[in-house]
């Protein structure tokens, strides 16, 4: 086991581009997050995923993105009509799901968006 | 809302000294508390986790303490080394809500 992988490391953008992530849980973790930092900042909760379902979004989540997590496996991210603001490191987390209060969360090594 | 908040910001210790980092969340109803490592450009390394009903782990020379009456959180790092540099962030995660509320982190810096 390899941990949770992330694609590609690094993007670089213009404005008004549509971008596509994809993310690779720990092999049978149930649950799938993604997160967004900013430079200086903790991560920020964007969506999260129970097998193949999106069970919560933040508000953080506008209109212009949507995330996917086909049969329950990898995990896609994407963003519409990227804006400057955009510009972040998007992370992606799993855990095994077991309900318990010892669930960790394994991060991936991100994507890194520029938005020129 | 809760929020967490990490001070200091900064901190640059000479390498073999002995530091805490703290943590403040306002909302004592969390499901644990975590601590992890980010190295620059990189992701997250968990480190501990401290379930609500736990006041403390350990794990080599770390040690996290939970006080949540305070709302309060500790990390010791015992005889730091230069390869401790990095970010360190706390993180709540509230009761059923899955979702991990993360401090700004404290950026450590330990001279040779």
């Known amino acids: 086991d390899t941990g949770v992988s992330q694609d590609p490391r690094h993007k670089i953008t213009k404005r008004g581009q549509n971008v596509t992530f994809r993310c690779d849980p720990i092999?049978?973790?149930?649950?799938l997050y993604w997160y967004r930092q900013t430079l200086g900042q903790g991560p920020e909760f964007l969506t999260y995923f129970q097998n193949e379902a999106q069970l919560e979004k933040s508000r953080l989540l506008s209109d212009r993105f949507s995330a996917e997590r086909p049969k329950g496996s990898f995990s896609t991210l994407e963003i519409q009509r990227t804006e400057q603001g955009d510009s972040a490191m998007y992370l992606c987390a799993s855990s095994s799901g077991s309900g318990t209060a010892t669930d960790t969360q394994y991060f991936g090594p991100g994507t890194r968006l520029t938005v020129l | 809302k809760q929020e967490v908040t990490q001070i200091p910001a900064a901190l640059s210790v000479p390498e073999g000294e002995n530091l805490v980092l703290n943590c403040s969340f306002t909302?004592?109803?969390?499901?644990?508390l975590q601590w992890f490592r980010q190295d620059p450009g990189k992701g997250l390394t968990s480190l501990l986790l401290?379930?609500?009903?736990?006041r403390e782990q350990t794990s080599g020379r770390l040690n996290a303490s939970l006080d949540k009456s305070s709302g309060r959180s500790t990390l010791y790092i015992a005889a730091s080394q230069p390869g401790d540099s990095a970010t360190y962030l706390c993180a709540c995660e509230e009761d059923s809500s899955y979702k991990l509320i993360f401090g700004s982190g404290t950026r450590l810096l330990v001279r040779p």
């Open positions: 909302d004592s109803a969390i499901y644990n």
């Open positions: 092999s049978e973790h149930n649950r």
């Open positions: 401290i379930q609500s009903s736990q």
